[in-house]
């Protein structure tokens, strides 16, 4: 499988589906924030960069809401923690927590 679907935001979550299959990273608005609590990627969706594009999407809609991001979910976290020009997205707060280059 190598076309996937668009990413789709609903009000509590960011999903892709196939068929039955569903891979979401799940968020919540809070004030100034979002928070990334929780991905599941099915191991349907393994080596297909599904979660990147979770993460990407989810990234993309803390921007165009100009808020910060909280990455409570680990996968979200090592993602923007490997990649430090995404560093300034997340809230001061949390940025302690990431990895320095």
Known sequence: MTDLPDVVRTDTRFEIRVGDDIAFAEYRLKDDS????????????????????????????????????????PFFHAYISKRPELHEMVHPDERPGLATP
């Open 34 to 73: 979002v928070i990334f609590p929780h991905t599941v990627v099915p191991e349907a969706f393994a080596g297909q960069g599904v979660g990147k594009r979770l993460v990407e999407a989810g990234l993309a809609f803390a921007r165009e809401q100009k808020l910060w991001v909280r990455p409570h979910c």
